[in-house]
């Protein structure tokens, strides 16, 4: 398939995804009273400012109890804690513009949504000071008006921004843009994106949301593309006079000129989405491919901020030449999705793909994990029947969550999760594995990240990014 760069402005739209509630706790005493973080760009994930990224993970208690654990390469842990229900998410952000990366906790209930802002401070993360969001759609919610909502953050014009989706049952999907100012508090009312603004469709709307410098991107899996239901990705950027205020740059559907495939009924387009440095990739989910019914597949893109176009690169589907095993009905291959650095390649970005692959002899649909180059057909692939990657087979396990530590300035450690599997005879308590932080060969070496002990149960359910 040819390459094309295709400049589009049109309306864009919608957004949803899901997480669930919870109040924050207070770090350990020596975390209360933190000192200000030095002037600079942050190392995602690096919240004490110390050079290094820490692993922040989630664990659970029983049925309501949640735990973050930052995990410093061995040196032990500290924990932020939250009391709620299931799903819970966090993700990493530069919230006030020092050393020290940030953290935007998300929880919403249906009935409820909460969205913090955790800074970082040499002390670690600051869960003392940790400071509520007024979501606009959330005093709407109760009685049949339900709601869900995740977020993330940019850095861009020496702006923090914190950008929220909420989908809820009557309003359908909205979208909230907050600009911070440099302590990292909300200047005034957020710029709210309606869905008659942005095409949405509502409640029907499923997908995520992502962000990379001043430009996010929404899926919205239920949009319409010539009387289908299809799905699109939504682009939108800072503004050019007033870099606060987020305006949509473009709509990219299977029908987009350059995309190798066609918008057809319930493919899924953007069910799930990544973006990071200006790569995009855009789980297709429900894709059928040949008379494979949802075997699903992922498109990438390259996103050029600067200019508005975009590059379509060839799918990323399981019957490709190099990826294992083959396209199996109702596999979703597509439902996971991340984007990471030098993980195939010198200065590569490559898309990490994790599903239940149902081709796998012996097993009821066991994890794997794809890392495909976004521009050349290089994949590296794993279960926990890879040589030297820690873990017994389980159905519906490894993988089940990724994320990554950005633990150089070109290549990544790759963390994947197995938050179900049983670990030295402690029932579901979860495993998280980590990469050597190099280039993945057939000699890369994985370890755990400890768990904190059998009184944890699923271990690793998310990891932030």
């Not at 040819?2 to 899901?18: E, F, K, M």
Request: net charge negative; aromatic share 6%; with cysteine.
């Amino acid at each position: 398939m040819n390459n094309a760069h295709i400049s589009r402005t049109v309306a864009a739209g919608v957004l949803a995804a899901v997480s669930l509630v919870a109040p924050l706790h207070a770090l350990p005493a020596d975390a209360a009273e933190p000192l200000p973080c030095a002037a600079g760009t942050p190392v995602l994930g690096d919240y004490n400012g110390d050079g290094s990224p820490e692993a922040l993970i989630q664990q659970t208690f029983g049925s309501s109890l949640r735990q973050w654990s930052v995990e410093r390469d061995g040196l032990g842990t500290k924990v932020l804690t939250a009391f709620g229900e299931y799903g819970i998410e966090t993700r990493n952000a530069d919230l006030n513009g020092d050393r020290c990366s940030d953290v935007i906790v998300v929880a919403s209930a249906l009935t409820s949504i909460d969205v913090k802002l955790v800074l970082g401070s040499t002390s670690g993360l600051d869960a003392v000071s940790a400071r509520s969001l007024t979501i606009p759609q959330a005093a709407t919610l109760g009685g049949e008006n339900e709601g869900r909502a995740n977020a993330v953050g940019l850095r861009h014009d020496g702006v923090s921004q914190v950008i929220v989706g909420v989908r809820t049952t009557e309003q359908g999907t909205a979208i909230d843009v907050f600009t911070l100012d440099a302590s990292g508090t909300p200047l005034g009312d957020p710029q709210v994106i309606r869905p008659e603004d942005v095409g949405s469709r509502g409640f029907g709307v499923e997908g995520g949301l992502d962000g990379s410098g001043g430009t996010f991107v929404v899926g919205a899996a239920a949009d319409e593309v010539d009387g289908k239901v299809a799905g699109a990705v939504h682009v939108f950027g800072a503004d050019s006079v007033d870099p606060t205020k987020m305006v949509p740059q473009a709509r990219l559907t299977q029908d987009s000129p350059g995309v190798p495939d066609k918008a057809e009924d319930g493919d899924n387009f953007g069910q799930t989405v990544a973006f990071r440095d200006g790569w995009l990739a855009v789980g297709v989910p429900y894709e059928n491919i040949g008379s494979t019914t949802s075997a699903g597949l992922v498109q990438p893109f390259h996103w050029d901020a600067a200019t508005h176009t975009y590059t379509a690169y060839r799918a990323i589907q399981q019957n490709a030449p190099g990826v294992p095993g083959s396209n199996q009905r109702n596999e979703n291959f597509g439902e996971r999705v991340m984007v990471t650095r030098g993980l195939t390649a010198k200065g590569s970005h490559d898309i990490v793909v994790s599903w239940n692959d149902r081709d796998l002899a012996g097993y009821n649909a066991p994890g794997r994990v794809l890392v495909a180059n976004a521009t050349r057909s290089i994949y590296r692939a794993y279960t926990e029947l890879t040589p030297g990657v820690p873990g017994s087979t389980l159905d519906y396990d490894f993988g089940s969550s990724l994320g990554y530590l950005a633990t150089s300035t070109t290549t990544d450690t790759l963390l994947i999760g197995s938050p179900y599997e049983s670990v030295d005879d402690c029932d579901y308590s979860g495993r998280v594995l980590r990469s050597d932080g190099g280039r993945l060969t057939n000699a890369t070496r994985w370890r755990d990240v400890p768990s904190p002990g059998c009184e944890v149960q699923f271990w690793g359910q998310t990891i932030g990014r």
